[in-house]
């Protein structure tokens, strides 16, 4: 039977796996915005209508991929404006009436 791993083996791995997801998250926004600047110089080249594929190969323009990233945008604000209003709704409620007391 196979002993458990040391807490300091432990701790080890979840740094590695912390640093790996970090690298892919910062490749990811990298690449994000190399796309935007690539799409924004095609459109002022006046080249915005012009066809690429996708990893997928689905055929795509640079006035669509600008619309989607506008989409995306307005749709995050829009998520965070109404997280906030819950907070804020919660903060009001909970000085009005006070804290929940856990059950225990």
Not at 10 to 29: E, M, N, P, Q, W
Not at 45 to 68: D, H, I, K, P, S
């Amino acid at each position: 039977m196979e002993e458990p791993a040391e807490p300091s083996q432990k701790r080890s791995k979840d740094k590695l796996v912390f640093y790996g997801i970090a690298t892919c998250g910062l490749g990811g926004i990298l690449w994000l915005i190399h796309m935007i600047y690539t799409a924004i110089h095609m459109v002022i080249a006046g080249r915005g209508l012009e066809t690429y594929r996708t990893f997928w190969l689905v055929q795509f323009n640079w006035y669509g991929f600008l619309a989607f990233v506008l989409a995306c945008a307005v749709a995050i604000v829009i998520c965070l404006w109404l997280r906030w209003h819950e907070k804020m709704q919660w903060k009001s409620l909970q000085k009005k009436y006070g804290r929940r007391k856990p059950y225990i």
